[in-house]
T-cell receptor, first 117, second 116 residues
Framework: AQKVTQAQTEISVVEKEDVTLDCVYETRDTTYYLFWYKQPPSGELVFLIRRNSFDEQNEISGRYSWNFQKSTSSFNFTITASQVVDSAVYFCALSAGPSDSNYQLIWGAGTKLIIKP | EAGVAQSPRYKIIEKRQSVAFWCNPISGHATLYWYQQILGQGPKLLIQFQNNGVVDDSQLPKDRFSAERLKGVDSTLKIQPAKLEDSAVYLC??????????????FGQGTRLTVV
């Protein structure tokens, strides 16, 4: 069965602190994709990153970084020097399937991040 | 590049009434998705179209929900009759490709439905 677990329901930090959002996934497929999306109060889900299972190289984009570890089935997301505008709900998602013809995004429950000024 | 357009943004109806939502995906995107997001939860896929054909509607409550994507472009999602538990945000998304090696999906701002 495919599953994504985001154990942190809500995180609150003070601006400029670093914060890490955890994501643990389950799949039996050897080829799969992992995603992070941001959902600000406006409601629109904003794509942040996609990672395939064969690429374990960590990625950095500005203040955002992602740590993909297949050994622990984790794909954690770190925001460095957080800002109030980072306040949002963040979703981790998994895409996998038995064939190339179809897939479904399996979503975590989301982590609500609150950045206090 | 224009994003995914959805309308209306908000809708309040009484239970047993009907409601329809509209979505216009990003130009050229073959795959269109409708998701239901209940407050505090992740999105749940209702239906996925590839061009104008249905790829996955396994989680669509077909006794009351219907969706169509005529001409493989814009799409409508209808609920008839609505129940209280249908209160949620309905998100439309599109992606350039579908399938296993999918590209990322781009989402609209959603329609917030309240059933009273």
């Amino acid at each position: 069965a495919q599953k994504v677990t985001q154990a942190q329901t809500e995180i609150s930090v003070v601006e400029k602190e670093d914060v890490t959002l955890d994501c643990v996934y389950e799949t039996r497929d050897t080829t799969y994709y992992l995603f992070w999306y941001k959902q600000p109060p406006s409601g629109e889900l904003v794509f942040l990153i996609r990672r395939n299972s064969f690429d374990e190289q960590n990625e950095i984009s500005g203040r955002y970084s992602w740590n993909f570890q297949k050994s622990t089935s984790s794909f954690n997301f770190t925001i460095t020097a957080s800002q109030v505008v980072d306040s949002a709900v963040y979703f981790c998602a998994l895409s996998a399937g038995p064939s190339d013809s179809n897939y479904q995004l399996i979503w975590g429950a989301g982590t609500k991040l609150i950045i206090k000024p | 590049e224009a994003g995914v357009a959805q309308s209306p943004r908000y809708k309040i109806i009484e239970k047993r009434q009907s409601v329809a939502f509209w979505c216009n995906p990003i130009s050229g995107h073959a795959t269109l998705y409708w998701y239901q997001q209940i407050l505090g939860q992740g999105p749940k896929l209702l239906i996925q179209f590839q061009n104008n054909g249905v790829v996955d509607d396994s989680q669509l409550p077909k006794d009351r929900f219907s969706a169509e994507r005529l001409k493989g472009v814009d799409s409508t999602l209808k609920i008839q009759p609505a129940k209280l538990e249908d209160s949620a945000v309905y998100l439309c998304a599109s992606s350039l490709l579908g399938g296993y090696k999918n590209t990322e999906a781009f989402f609209g701002q959603g329609t917030r439905l309240t059933v009273v």
